[in-house]
């Protein structure tokens, strides 16, 4: 606890820092995951092969990510942009499934009314589709968040400040609260993008707050 | 008026829906399509607006060949109402009334004052326009889907068995409500239905469509009950059984109608001046 007292400084800090690194690479990924996921729910075909490759995208170890990405890219190792865009990389690969899904789940009878009232295809997507997948949507982005929040204190390896420096810090100075703290940061973090996201679904998706019965008023039919 | 000329479809399944079919509706009056399933009375309403496109053939909207319209501009100026009302369900009444007007440009303020207009027009408590889809009833979501279908002043409304998810006294509601509407608005009504009942209730001209779109007969309510072309007709109006099938009985010296289940259906008397 003393330790934690002495350093508040530093952990608020690397805390402000965790939040600031994690937000780019989440809306980044969701994004980049709207044309893949539309394209993969749109061609039938195309969606076991980019569901796919997108997903495997996942299981390449971050460390690995490190290396590769910035002689392909031309961008320094120990730059925050090589982070960030590894980051987006696993948010694409989680999110890309969930665009699909969520626009699947839109019911077939409204998106054929909407046609059929003179939605042109692009105005539907934006109009009808895109709000309609609106909560399938969120629950991919707050398993995107949280993953990214966590994924991101491996950063640390190559050198971008977060809250994962409290981890190697503790580590290799043998300071047990230091991880501690890190951990319980990491987790905090998390939630609180979770929460942010829950709260923003509910700003702009009012009308699923209203799944109540019919309320008998007004006109009698 | 809107003309069917020697019109097919085949859809990419290889089904013929629709064989060499022809009709011409006429303008401000209903005109109802009724069929069984697979009858493609909803394929053909969908043609007018081309949410279908004919195989072969014409299909003309006052001499214009729909095929030359933009299916997008067509649709929006035509009226489009659909069983369990097609609404949006992430927007309000007021604005999926306003959905068209909006659609084609007009001021939010202007297509909301018109949205509430029309909610008096087919009958809706003005209260209503803040509510969202899910919190109406089924019979009011199916007045919101009219008042949608208005939005624009269309000339033709497309109804495709609108009133056929909402139960049995709301839909007698909403049909006497449609026939007042169509009288007081003067629209041209293409109705899809397999129910010969509200049919024969809404329309001024009924088809009576057999399996791929083959017109077993069309005329009045009347013409067709008088004089049934086919066993078909006559079987699928039931003209033979049951409350049509009425047969004279006489009691205590007065004639009485009694039906094909022998309930009492009414009392026979001398007919006025028409």
């Given at each position: 606890m003393t330790w934690v007292l002495n350093n508040l400084g530093l952990i608020l800090e690397l805390t402000l820092e965790h939040i600031r690194l994690s937000i780019l690479p989440i809306v980044l990924g969701f994004l980049i995951a709207i044309p893949l996921g539309w394209v993969a729910y749109r061609y039938r075909l195309t969606r076991g092969l980019i569901l796919t490759l997108v997903g495997l995208l996942y299981t390449i170890p971050s460390l690995a990510l490190f290396v590769i990405l910035p002689p392909l890219l031309g961008i320094g190792f120990l730059s925050e942009a090589n982070v960030i865009i590894a980051l987006t990389i696993y948010a694409v690969a989680i999110m890309a499934r969930s665009v699909a899904d969520a626009l699947a789940s839109v019911d077939p009878d409204v998106r054929q009314a909407a046609t059929a009232v003179g939605y042109s295809s692009w105005g539907r997507f934006w109009g009808v589709d895109f709000p309609l997948a609106g909560p399938v949507l969120l629950a991919g982005l707050r398993v995107v968040a949280v993953s990214t929040v966590s994924l991101l204190t491996v950063g640390i390896v190559v050198g971008v400040q977060s809250l994962g420096y409290l981890f190697t810090n503790g580590y290799e100075r043998g300071i047990l609260a230091s991880v501690l703290t890190g951990v319980v940061m990491t987790v905090l973090v998390a939630l609180l993008f979770d929460r942010v996201l829950v709260l923003l679904g509910r700003l702009l998706m009012p009308w699923t707050r209203t799944r109540t019965a019919p309320l008998a008023k007004g006109a009698a039919a | 008026m809107i003309e069917f000329r020697s019109i097919s479809k085949r859809f990419d399944d290889g089904t013929l829906a629709v064989d060499d079919f022809s009709l011409v509706i006429p303008s401000r009056r209903i005109t109802v399509l009724v069929g069984s399933s697979g009858s493609g009375k909803t394929t053909l309403l969908r043609m007018i607006n081309r949410m279908v496109d004919a195989t072969t053939g014409a299909l003309e909207i006052d001499g214009e060949n729909v095929s030359t319209i933009e299916p997008v501009q067509l649709r929006r100026r035509i009226g489009y109402v659909m069983q369990n009302s097609?609404?949006?369900?992430?927007?309000r009444v007021i604005d999926n009334i306003a959905t068209v007007p909006r659609l084609n440009g007009v001021p939010k303020k202007q297509a909301h004052e018109r949205a509430l207009e029309l909610m008096d027009t087919v009958g809706l408590d003005r209260e209503l326009a803040e509510r969202y889809p899910a919190q109406l009833s089924g019979g009011q979501q199916q007045r919101v889907g009219v008042a949608r279908g208005l939005a624009v002043d269309p000339n033709i409304l497309l109804m495709d068995e609108p009133f056929g998810a909402v139960d049995p006294i709301v839909r007698a509601d909403l049909q006497q409500e449609l026939l007042r509407l169509q009288r007081e608005l003067d629209k041209t009504v293409v109705f899809v239905t397999h129910d010969i009942d509200e049919a024969f209730l809404l329309g001024h001209q009924v088809v009576i469509l057999e399996k791929g779109g083959r017109i077993a007969q069309k005329g009045t309510p009347a013409e067709i009950l008088a004089n049934p072309a086919s066993d078909f007709v006559a079987s699928f109006v039931g003209a033979d059984r049951g409350k049509r099938a009425l047969s004279i009985q006489t009691i205590d010296g007065a004639q009485v109608l009694v039906d094909g289940d022998g309930n009492l259906a009414g009392r026979l008397v001398e007919a006025g001046p028409a």
């Open positions: - | 097609g609404l949006l369900p992430h927007r």
